[in-house]
Each structure stands twice: as structure tokens, then as C-alpha cells.
């Protein structure tokens, strides 16, 4: 423990001897290790971002369906059970965010154009957790019950169809006879969406309303349920397992779009693959300082040699000199990190590219996301590779011949 | 050969491992970014390509404001001998007219809001891949037949298999009550299920009759061998156009603004990335740059007293960083190109990558292309920090007194 302080101390001031040298390596290190975090929290922020929008064009994070539902998402896979029967249950679970919802295709009609649209027939109250629209900043009123006799509509679609507040739509669709379903909605609100094709495609009706214009009487297309964090979501899905019987499909959101479940995974490969060619990046002048710093003591290290010092402590001292580099560039980089995500943690707008943004998937508005395991993974993979790249300048200057390093001028 | 070189060459090899590990840095950058911009590059070019190919095409002639509305009324009048005049008029298939409607289509079971799209069945086949994909039966015939071409996830959620009728309800031009009943003649597998269930073709000859368009259609496709041939091609067709009516040429990136503002979004991205890198490579020079200068203090006071201007000394530095930059330049260049050479022919791929560029029209592996531009831009803007990184050791020579220089050991 005595050699190790010693070593330290040694290994500290080695290290400022030739300062500038140092200052740049740090500067090096710094500027590294900030970009890897900060730049992962932006991906990270991304990717979060499309996988909420993801979530809540799906929405929920477990869902229940006909088994069917899914490839033929039509009137004729609702779930084989009463709502109410069901919704009870999931009250009784003590489930907080849930919904369940009529969801079918359907064409709208205005005095001057047709759309297809999906139509979900929903219950205002408990919608209101997990749908992407914000109630209150819709323009007009969004639907106030079940059985409310209104339908809301995205802006864009309103401007496509050309209609308005106040104006009626025809909604067409087919019940599970096959016989054509229709009825006349007054547009009582319009939304605005962070992601544009959802207001070109969402219509939102009351549940109660919807139910009877089908003729589908007490029965839904789906029940969801969204949990506390979208990376774990296997308690609820475990206790929707329980609460269902029958006919039906439970699934998980990355099993119900593969697409964001897989970006999800590629995301945490990406953030290590980054982490690693910035510190190759790195290593090279890093080893290229170390190398120098044993080369211009050679002297001297065959002297402590001479006088006794064993090669273990002459590596030691090398590589808590690396070492001592790289914690520092490390808590200066982390630091940086954090102190320059602070200020942009409301969200950057990139609505420039917005709909480059849409085609990724992504909304205009990017919130970088740091997590405390990318900083911890950062911090980590440079402390170890750079433990492994300062072996082999310490094992050189362990193997000095004491004689041969002395005379060496 | 001229004496300073000689003098640099000699100085960079007096230390052969510094100059190597500071050589490796930037080759490794370099190799890092042609990989990268030649993938960049190649995906972004599929990406467009295929976009286009798809269904848009590279220009479209269309009446002002359908781009935004798409509205039944914004049609494009007697477009099947606008079409035909243009076809004589380059001498090329690679034109065809469309028309566009929503409708409800019934089967006897079921009913789905899909787009109905009028084609000209002889010539749709040159501005889209539609046709190409059809796995059952063929691609529309006649231009008055009532025959239409479904998607593969729409007949089986119509429950419909060739041969079998469908009823398509929709609004005609002037907001009549359009109906017809029609033969599925072909079913097209895109691979993207959406997409399958949310395009039907017929043709537009039959599609004028049906939704009473009076001989007009919605706009005409032209596709061109060469993306950069579209500004010229545009402004002929601008000058062509009928006098009198009312029409507008839309480019590509006017159709499909998503398609540039993902690729710019994607490319801001990935040149913060390299811009790290380089400022890193730029880091690493400066100080082997530095440490040799300082190391060569003493010697540089005698040359200085010997009447060498600080001026050349300084040019002496700058050299041997440009032949550090060379040396790396060419060597990451050979190895980047042999690199991204090897992917060109067997591919490159990311676990997740299909499901994510299956989004995008695109292939699951990639074939990045070697180009001499995405070989050299790189590796020119790495050559260009290097030479920077080298001139604050290189001005710090002006400050060099030779008495005091001298005394440095």
C-alpha cells in the first residue's frame, strides 16, 4: 500500500513535468470522452423520442387483440369478450394508464373529398394518459364522453377534406356483417401531432357512439396498457397474461412494431461502437504521449533501476500515469457532458428537417437523454482500453537494463 | 531533392514510433471516414433512387395546389395526350399519367378505405416498380377494362384471391356518388404490409369513367435516366406545357421534401461525428508536433545563431507535418478504399438493419461505392486540420532566442 502512494505521487508528478503536453492530452481526452456521452445522449434522446411516438401511434406498451387483429385489423377481430366484463377486471388489477378502444379502417367523406382513415372509437377519461393528442391545446373542444356524438380530426386531414369546426363528415365503414356501417359526425375539435401522418390518418370518436354506428355492441378491437418505463415492461405484460382468457393475443410494443424494437438494440450497439472508435481515435496519441514519457526517462528509470526499484513498480508507475490521464480527461469530458446538456434538456428544434425527421420516424423536437449507464459505459471502455494501449510503454520501460539506460544519453 | 525536405524526412524519423503512431492516427481517421462517406454516399443514393422508382418519379406535372390538397378537382385536363405528346416529345416511355381517388372496397365479406390510383396500364410500368411486383395473375391490360391490381395483405384481408369482384364507393370529380364494380386481374407483394393494403390500380381509362373525370387526370409522371438531368428536363417540359392552362412542374425533392430533409438530418449527424474525429486526429498532431519542436530547442538555437531565419524553421515544421499528413492521407486512402472496396462486393450489414431499412426502400445489406469523391473529401479535410494542428509549434519558433535556445538542454 506504502509503494503504491509512492508510485501515485510519482506517476502525479511525472505527469506535470511537461505540462503542456499533458494539457493537450487532457484536452484530447476531454473533448473525446464529451463527445461520446454527449452525443449518445442526443441518440439517445432520438431514440427515445421515436419510440414514444412510436409507442403512442401504436399506443400502449402491452397490448391485447383477436389473434387476427393484427394482419386484418377490421371489425371482424374484435376481442371474443365484454368490454365492460373486461375493463372491470382491469380496474380490479389496479392498472392506472389503461384503455380500451374500437379500432377499424374507415373512409371519411366531406362535401369535396374522401380520405381513409382509422377510426378509433374511444373513452375520453381514460385515453387521456396515453394518446398522443393533448386535450387542452386542441383547437374547439376534444370529446367529452363515451357517448359523445362529435369526432375530432388532425388539422392536415381538416385541410384536405375541407372542413372545419362545426361542419359535419361522413364516416363510412362496414359492420361484422359486411354491411356498409355509416353515420354523420359533427367535427367538434382539431388536433395538431408531433408526427404529421398522424393527423392525416387518426380520427378519435366516442367509444359508446362508435359501438353502435358498427352495430358491434359491447365489444372493442383492443385493450392497452402502458407501464412506468417502455425498456421494462414484462411485469404488465405478466399480469395482463393473467387477466385475459379466451381467444386472445397479448403482445409488446417491440413485438408490435419490430421496427423500434430493433432500433432499440441497434441503438445500444451503435452507443458502444461510437464509444470505442472515439477512443481509437484517441489511444493513438495517447500511447504516443506515454511513449515519449518513458523515452525522455529513460535515464532516469534506469537509474531507479539501479538503485533497486523493482520493473513491477516501474510499470506500475507508467500505468497509474496513463491511468491518472484518463480519470482526469474522463471527470473533465463527463462533466462537460452533463454541463452542456443542461441548458438544451427542453429540447432542441430541428423542425428545419421536420419532415426528414417524420420519414426517420422522429419529431421535430429533440430532448438529449443522459443515462447515467452511457456514462458509466463511456467511462468504462476508456479506462480499460486505456489501461490494455499503456501496457505495452510500461512493459518497455519495465525492461530497461539498468546499465545500458544510464549511459544512454 | 531540396534540402528542407531532406532535413524534415530525417527529423520525422528520428523518432519512428512517434511519427508512426501520429501517421496511425490520421490513417485511421481517414480509412474511418471513406468507409463511412462512401456508405453515406451509396445509401443515399438508393435511398432516392428507390424512393422515386417506387412511385414518384422524378417530375410531376400537376395543377397548383394538388401537391398540398391532393383534391379530387385540381386535375390535370386531357392528360392522356399531354402524356402522349411528351412521350413523342423526348422519344421516351419513362412518361405516364395518373389519377388519384379514395374509395371504400368491398368484398363480399369485407370493406377497407384504400387509394384507388388510375394508371396508364402500357406505360406505368416505366415509372414504377408496381407492376413489377406483381406475384399473381398480371398488371392491368386495356385502359378501359374494369380490372384492378391489389395489394397481397389487402386480398387476404378482403378475402379475395384472383378472379374474384370487388365494388369500389368513393366520390367522383364534382363530389357525385361514384360506384363500379371490378375483376381482380393481379395481387402485388411490396413487402411492406401497409403499403399492400393501402394502394389499388386501375386503369385510367376505366378510372375516368367511374369517378367522372372528363378525360382529366391528376398528374403525369416522368422518370429520368439521370437524377441530374431534372433541372434541364423541368424547364423543357415548363416550356412545353399547353398555354393557357393552368399546370406547375414539381421536382422530386418538391414531391417528396421528406426524402432531402432525412438525408440532411442524417448528414448533420454523421459530420458531427467526423468532425470529432478529425479535431481529435488535429489534437494528436499538435502535440507529437509540439513535443518535437520542444525537444529540439537546443538544436534550434545553434541552426538559429547560425543564421537560419525563424521563418524557415518554421516551414521546416509545417513540412513535416504535411509529410505526416501525406504519409496518412495515402495510406488511409489505399486502406479506406481496400476497405470499403471489400463491403462493395460482399455487402455490409448491422444486426437490425433490415428491419430499419426496409422503412426506406431499401436493401438489408449495403454496397458502399468507391468514388473519388467520398475517397477524398475525408481524408482533404483531415489533411487540412493536420497542417493547422502545426502551426501554433510552428509560430512558437518565432519567439525562439537563440542564446537562450541553446542553453536548453
Known amino acids: ?409 | 531533392m531540396n534540402l528542407v525536405f531532406r532535413l524534415a524526412w530525417r527529423n520525422l524519423w528520428r523518432q519512428p514510433r512517434r511519427t508512426w503512431l501520429t501517421v496511425g492516427a490520421i490513417m485511421f481517421s481517414n480509412m474511418l471516414l471513406v468507409f463511412m462517406i462512401s456508405l453515406q454516399f451509396g445509401m443515399y443514393g438508393l435511398m432516392i433512387d428507390n424512393t422515386l422508382q417506387a412511385f414518384t418519379g422524378h417530375l410531376q406535372i400537376q395543377a397548383p395546389g394538388y401537391i398540398d390538397d391532393q383534391k379530387m378537382r385540381q386535375t390535370v385536363d386531357n392528360v392522356v395526350p399531354l402524356a402522349t405528346e411528351l412521350r413523342d416529345y423526348f422519344d421516351s416511355d419513362n412518361i405516364a399519367a395518373r389519377a388519384t381517388a379514395f374509395a371504400l372496397v368491398s368484398s363480399e365479406e369485407r370493406s377497407y378505405g384504400t387509394a384507388v390510383i388510375g394508371t396508364e396500364p402500357a406505360f406505368e410500368r416505366n415509372v414504377s416498380t408496381l407492376p413489377g411486383l406483381v406475384t399473381q395473375g398480371r398488371y392491368l391490360g386495356e385502359q378501359d377494362a374494369a380490372e384492378i391490381v391489389i395489394g397481397a395483405a389487402l386480398a387476404r384481408n378482403l378475402r379475395v384471391a384472383l378472379g374474384d369482384e370487388l365494388t369500389l364507393i368513393g366520390s367522383g370529380r364534382d363530389g357525385s356518388f361514384a360506384a363500379a364494380v371490378v375483376n381482380i386481374v393481379g395481387v402485388f407483394e411490396s413487402g411492406l404490409v401497409d403499403f399492400d393494403r393501402s394502394i389499388t390500380e386501375i386503369p385510367l381509362g376505366f378510372f375516368q369513367d367511374v369517378f367522372y373525370m372528363d378525360g382529366s387526370g391528376h398528374y403525369i409522371v416522368i422518370n429520368l435516366p439521370l437524377i441530374d438531368d431534372v433541372p434541364v428536363v423541368q424547364e423543357q417540359v415548363e416550356a412545353l406545357l399547353p398555354a393557357g392552362e393552368d399546370l406547375v412542374v414539381h421536382d422530386w425533392d418538391a414531391l417528396q421534401p421528406g426524402l432531402k430533409q432525412a438525408i440532411k438530418a442524417d448528414m448533420s449527424s454523421a459530420f458531427f461525428m467526423y468532425g470529432i474525429l478529425v479535431i481529435l486526429v488535429a489534437f494528436s498532431v499538435l502535440n507529437t508536433q509540439l513535443m518535437s519542436v520542444l525537444e529540439r530547442t537546443h538544436e534550434f538555437g545553434i541552426v538559429l545563431s547560425l543564421g537560419l531565419t525563424p521563418g524557415r524553421l518554421g516551414r521546416l515544421v509545417l513540412l513535416e507535418t504535411a509529410i505526416l499528413g501525406v504519409l496518412g492521407l495515402l495510406f488511409g486512402a489505399l486502406l479506406g478504399a481496400l476497405f470499403t472496396y471489400w463491403f462493395s462486393v460482399n455487402g455490409f450489414s448491422y444486426p437490425g438493419m433490415e428491419e430499419m431499412t426496409a422503412k426506406f426502400n431499401l436493401p438489408a445489406r449495403f454496397y458502399p461505392q468507391v468514388s473519388v469523391l467520398s475517397l477524398l473529401i475525408g481524408p482533404a479535410v483531415v489533411f487540412i486540420f493536420t497542417i493547422l494542428a502545426a502551426v501554433y509549434p510552428a509560430l512558437r519558433l518565432r519567439k525562439l532566442h537563440p542564446v537562450e535556445a541553446m542553453r536548453a538542454v
Not at chain 1, 372542413?163 to 354523420?184: F, H, W, Y
Not at chain 1, 432499440?264 to 495517447?286: H, N, T
Open chain 1, 1 to 409: 500500500m506504502h509503494m503504491f502512494v509512492v508510485l501515485a505521487r510519482l506517476a502525479w508528478r511525472n505527469l506535470w513535468r511537461n505540462h503542456r503536453r499533458t494539457l493537450i492530452m487532457l484536452a484530447a481526452i476531454t473533448l473525446g470522452v464529451w463527445a461520446m456521452i454527449f452525443m449518445t445522449a442526443l441518440m439517445r434522446g432520438m431514440v427515445s423520442q421515436m419510440i414514444a411516438d412510436g409507442i403512442s401511434a401504436l399506443p400502449g406498451h402491452v397490448q391485447v387483440h383477436h389473434p387476427d387483429y393484427r394482419d386484418d385489423p377490421s371489425i371482424a377481430n374484435l376481442i371474443p369478450r365484454s368490454d365492460t366484463e373486461l375493463s372491470a377486471r382491469f380496474v380490479d388489477a389496479g392498472f392506472v394508464k389503461w384503455s380500451s378502444r374500437v379500432r377499424v379502417p374507415a373512409v371519411i367523406t366531406s362535401e369535396y373529398e374522401s380520405r381513409g382513415v382509422t377510426l378509433l372509437g374511444i373513452d375520453p377519461d381514460s385515453e387521456r394518459d396515453l394518446t398522443f393528442v393533448d386535450y387542452d391545446a386542441v383547437e374547439g373542444r376534444f370529446l367529452s364522453a363515451s357517448d359523445d356524438s362529435g369526432v375530432v380530426i388532425g388539422k392536415k386531414l381538416a385541410a384536405t377534406l375541407n372542413t372545419e369546426i362545426g361542419k359535419r363528415v361522413v364516416l363510412m365503414s362496414q359492420d361484422p356483417d359486411n354491411d356498409i356501417a355509416d353515420r354523420g359526425f359533427r367535427v367538434i375539435g382539431l388536433f395538431e401531432a408531433n408526427v404529421q401522418s398522424f393527423e392525416e390518418n387518426y380520427l378519435f370518436a366516442g367509444k359508446a357512439t362508435v359501438q353502435k354506428m358498427l352495430r358491434i355492441g359491447d365489444q372493442v378491437s383492443e385493450f392497452v396498457v402502458l407501464g412506468e418505463d417502455y425498456r421494462d415492461v414484462d411485469a404488465e405484460f405478466e399480469k395482463v397474461l393473467q387477466l385475459v382468457d379466451g381467444n386472445v393475443e397479448v403482445k409488446r410494443w417491440f413485438e408490435l412494431d419490430p421496427y423500434l424494437g430493433t432500433m432499440l438494440g441497434v441503438m445500444d450497439g451503435f452507443v458502444l461502437v461510437w464509444i470505442v472508435v472515439i477512443f481509437l481515435a484517441l489511444s493513438f496519441g495517447l500511447v504516443n504521449t506515454l511513449v515519449m514519457a518513458v523515452f525522455e526517462r529513460v535515464r532516469e528509470i534506469g537509474l531507479m533501476l539501479a538503485l533497486g526499484m523493482k520493473p513491477i513498480n516501474i510499470l506500475g508507475q507508467i500505468i497509474i500515469e496513463s491511468l491518472l490521464l484518463l480519470a482526469i480527461g474522463l471527470a473533465l469530458g463527463s462533466a462537460l457532458a452533463w454541463a452542456t446538456v443542461q441548458p438544451i434538456k427542453d429540447g432542441i428544434d430541428v423542425s428545419i428537417v421536420s419532415e426528414g425527421m417524420d420519414m426517420w420516424g422522429m419529431s421535430s423536437v429533440l430532448y438529449p437523454e443522459l443515462l447515467l449507464s452511457d456514462v458509466v459505459l463511456a467511462n468504462v471502455v476508456v479506462l480499460v482500453l486505456g489501461f490494455l494501449a499503456s501496457l505495452s510503454p510500461a512493459w518497455r520501460a519495465s525492461r530497461y537494463e539498468p546499465i545500458e539506460a544510464i549511459t544512454k544519453v
